[in-house]
């Protein structure tokens, strides 16, 4: 009795995996594909596809993996084999299509910016994913380049009939047949570049980026457009609270919390090393601790208690001078102690406010 491989859901690389299982989003990557044909161990598999398609490379990818496994493998379609699942579902021996599925293919499509010289690099990187797939395909039907490159530039869907008749399938399966899955993965709707650069920065936000300029194409950018379905219902992505994410990926929970307690150390470091070059700001401190301020929110509720202190103490100077009359005397020359006094205060206040300017975010506090 041949093992069964269930592969529903959106092609992704393994480098965006990870977002999708956090997500709860069902994919197909190529590292599950290889463990589950790891535990297959050379005996007879059937791989049920259900996939619109999804990242051009993760399918190449898997299309190997099949190709050189060692047991008999038959690919059976129930649904639909779109753009790269169609791809790795012709890596298989016999491929069997039900009655209701569907096989579609196409020429790859993918994001860019740049200029000139950038897209035209996109265009020569296409044309060569183009090829790579029609490599694919010949070797499963027999037909010409050209009939396949036509193929794809017009988007085309075969039904069972036809895609026998193409030869992109073998057979046609009864659409009742019945299976039990030994081994599965789950289908979904890929995320558009942006949406994964978000989710990426959420869950690595406190971790540097590595590399330097985006401006070359990733090969995880490439993809296999999957066939618009405005009817199919669409799945709300459950959220994950830190309890979840502590158990399903306990190196990344580590990592997040222990760069948000140096960030933490940071900030009251930052804060404390302007309180030591500010006497008197014990209570500001304090709560700026406890409110979780930045050094630089504190700085500027200095300046600001600095400047009503010696707007009080000038009206109490003023007061003073008014009773005991001494505000009818010509004043001198020399600055007396309260008027140095006050100066020094003015230049302390003007160091505070360019202390406050140059505080910067990295010394600490929310993000």
């Known amino acids: 009795m041949p093992k069964k491989i269930r592969l529903n859901g959106t092609v992704v690389g393994d480098r965006n995996a990870y977002i999708y299982e956090w997500l709860e989003i069902p994919h197909i990557s190529p590292s599950s594909v290889s463990r589950l044909l790891d535990e297959a161990n050379g005996e007879e598999i059937e791989i049920y596809i259900s996939s619109g398609g999804g ?35 012709m890596a298989a021996d016999k491929v069997l299509i039900s009655p209701t599925g ?30 790579a797939m029609v490599n694919a395909y010949v070797l499963k039907t027999g037909k ?25 399938a073998d057979e046609i399966m009864f659409a009742t047949e019945e299976f039990s899955p030994t081994a599965n993965l789950s289908m979904g709707a890929e995320l558009p570049p942006d949406v994964l650069d978000k989710v990426r ?26 066939p618009k ?11 994950m609270d830190m309890k979840e994410l502590k158990e399903k990926h306990p190196e990344l929970f580590a990592q ?22 500010t006497p008197g700001s014990a209570e500001l401190v304090k709560a700026a601790i406890a409110n979780g301020e930045t050094a630089g929110e504190l700085a500027i509720k200095m300046v600001e208690a600095s400047q ?54 990295k010394n600490g506090g929310r993000r």
């Open 55 to 89: 990242d051009a490379w993760a399918g190449n990818e898997i299309f190997t993996l099949v190709k050189e496994y060692s047991g008999f493998v038959t690919s059976k379609i129930p649904s639909i084999a779109g753009s790269a699942a169609s791809v790795f579902a």
């Open 201 to 226: 920065n959420k869950l690595l936000s406190m971790t540097p980026a590595k590399g330097g300029s985006n401006s070359q194409i990733e090969p995880s950018a490439v993809k296999a457009k999957e």
């Open 308 to 361: 009503v202190r010696i707007a009080n103490a000038a009206k109490d100077r003023e007061l003073d001078a008014k009773e005991s009359g001494t505000d009818k005397v010509a004043s001198l020359e020399a600055k007396t102690p309260d008027a140095a006094k006050e100066a020094d205060a003015e230049a302390a206040v003007a160091n505070m406010v360019a202390m406050a300017q140059n505080i910067k975010p």
């Open 102 to 131: 569907q096989i579609f293919i196409h020429n790859s499509a993918t994001w860019t910016d740049g200029n000139k010289e950038d897209h035209q690099q996109t265009i020569q990187m296409l044309e060569s994913v183009d090829e």
């Open 229 to 239: 379905a405005a009817d199919k219902p669409k799945e709300e992505p459950k959220t």
């Open 256 to 277: 997040i919390t222990n760069d948000a307690e140096a960030a933490e150390r940071s900030r009251v470091a930052a804060i404390t090393s302007l309180a030591e070059k």
């Open 144 to 168: 010409t380049r050209e009939e396949l490159r036509d193929l794809m530039k017009n988007e085309t869907f075969f039904n069972a009939q036809r895609a026998v008749e193409l030869g992109f």
